[in-house]
Nanobody, 115 residues
Framework: QVQLVESGGGLVQPGGSLRLSCAASGSIFSINAMGWYRQAPGKQRELVAAITNDGRTHYADSVKGRFTISRDNAKNTVYLQMNSLKPEDTAVYYC?????????WGQGTQVTVSS
């Protein structure tokens, strides 16, 4: 059974940084592109960043230059380094395949950017 477990969220001041991690079990990691998604209160879930098996990346315009997605295939883990955080980055962050599969949504990790 595939599981994706997100961690690393928290409360941070504007301009601060956080690093999210997503540990994947099962076989999906080695054959799929992976993505980080977020859902803010009252808004639809959106793709923040994605990375292919060979390291090609894609970012939403709102996070370009501030967020960096990476993956460690040996550890079946995908990361999201978030710098220069803004209040509008406040959301629950999830990892999933890219495109997302409804079977793989986990609990997510809360990121709150506030002074």
């Amino acid at each position: 059974q595939v599981q994706l477990v997100e961690s690393g969220g928290g409360l941070v001041q504007p301009g601060g940084s956080l690093r999210l991690s997503c540990a994947a079990s099962g076989s999906i990691f080695s054959i799929n592109a992976m993505g980080w998604y977020r859902q803010a209160p009252g808004k639809q879930r959106e793709l923040v960043a994605a990375i292919t098996n060979d390291g090609r990346t894609h970012y939403a315009d709102s996070v370009k230059g501030r967020f960096t997605i990476s993956r460690d295939n040996a550890k079946n883990t995908v990361y999201l380094q978030m710098n220069s955080l803004k209040p509008e980055d406040t959301a629950v962050y999830y990892c999933n395949t890219a495109p997302a599969s409804r079977d793989y949504w986990g609990q997510g990790t809360q990121v709150t950017v506030s002074s």
